[in-house]
């Protein structure tokens, strides 16, 4: 049996808030030979993820879900954990002062 951790991202149709959901997927065989997948989250067995997702910040259930790696590729859809650090440097204007 092989686990492996899966990281689905998701994005509302309504309000467009994407997030991400872990789950672990189990990789199993039966007795017969064929393989099989239980996903799990915090443990309990859950159905794959669709696009039947229920979206956290406004309770839609219209969420559509990315191909796997999406994110990665496209880190302006992630939200920054902590604002950004202003920038200390002070501006200078473009524009020279009268002569007069």
Do not use: K
């Amino acid at each position: 049996m092989e686990e492996e951790l899966r990281i689905v991202p998701f994005e509302c149709q309504r309000c467009w808030h994407v997030w991400e959901e872990e789950y672990v997927v189990r990789h199993q065989e039966d007795r017969h030979g064929n393989a099989g997948e239980i996903w799990l989250r915090a443990g309990l067995p859950v159905s794959p993820p669709s696009s039947g997702a229920i979206c956290p910040r406004c309770g839609c259930q219209r969420a559509t879900t990315f191909p796997d790696g999406y994110l990665s590729r496209h880190p302006e859809l992630r939200r920054a954990a902590e604002p950004a650090v202003p920038d200390e440097t002070p501006l200078i204007s473009p524009v020279r002062p009268p002569l007069y």
